[in-house]
């Protein structure tokens, strides 16, 4: 069975794994802590960055985008109207820019920052940069988050999807990373009601389901992490 090389409060393995759910993969997960830098990972992937992706034949597919974009060549065009991506070259681009919106811009301004210092510095020895969290380093993305949201309750109420109007890879990539902020308790629902609502739908799939019920050591999620209805 292929493997997923992952971390649980990184955006960029959760939205892999939304992306092979909705295409029915079935893979064995193995939790990586990236910054450890163990040779063994590094020898599938140099780069030293999650999420990898390991097929039956020991071939290695290395990052997000690119795993994503080659499930949907190789798979994506068998689902006809449960496919992913768009047929049209500009809808295509459109999916593109808004995955790398959240994937990279926000992943930058917001949910690296904040799972860096909340989460992995837990784990991760002093000699790594593990120790307490940097209040200033929390604020900058905190205060972040705002507009980030504004953004997204933009896109989710000007169309039935972020991208169109179907589930594409945009949402996942959006859902991966508000996920991640929400299990934290980040995320203040009341000042974003439309995207309060497109969160609902998404996290209602089964996709979603394995990543609702994991929990990370040394960090309880907020008490609505997983209920549909919040």
Request: glycine share 6%.
């Amino acid at each position: 069975m292929p493997t997923l090389y992952h971390h649980p409060m990184s955006a960029a393995s959760r939205f892999v794994r939304l992306v092979l759910s909705e295409y029915g993969f079935q893979v064995d997960l193995v939790e990586e802590q990236a910054w450890e830098m163990r040779r063994e990972f590094l020898a599938l992937n140099p780069a030293g960055v999650l999420p990898v992706y390991v097929d039956d034949s020991m071939r290695a597919l290395c990052g997000a985008s690119v795993i994503a974009e080659f499930v949907d060549e190789t798979h994506g065009v068998l689902k006809r109207e449960r496919r992913l991506f768009a047929e049209d070259p500009f809808q295509r681009a459109e999916i593109r820019r808004l995955t790398e919106w959240f994937l990279q811009k926000m992943e930058h301004d917001v949910t690296r920052p904040l799972v860096r210092e909340r989460v992995y510095k837990l784990h991760m020895p002093p000699s790594l940069g593990g120790g307490a969290p940097d209040s200033k380093v929390l604020r900058t993305a905190r205060a972040n988050i705002r507009e980030h949201l504004k953004y997204l309750s933009w896109l989710a109420g000007s169309r039935p999807w972020l991208a169109g109007d179907r589930l594409t890879y945009a949402d996942l990539a959006a859902g991966a990373s508000i996920s991640v902020l929400d299990y934290m308790g980040e995320i203040d629902w009341n000042d974003a009601p439309v995207a309060k609502e497109w969160y609902q739908r998404l996290k209602s799939r089964p996709s979603f389901r394995p990543m609702l019920s994991e929990r990370i050591r040394g960090l309880t999620p907020v008490s609505h992490y997983a209920d549909l209805d919040f």
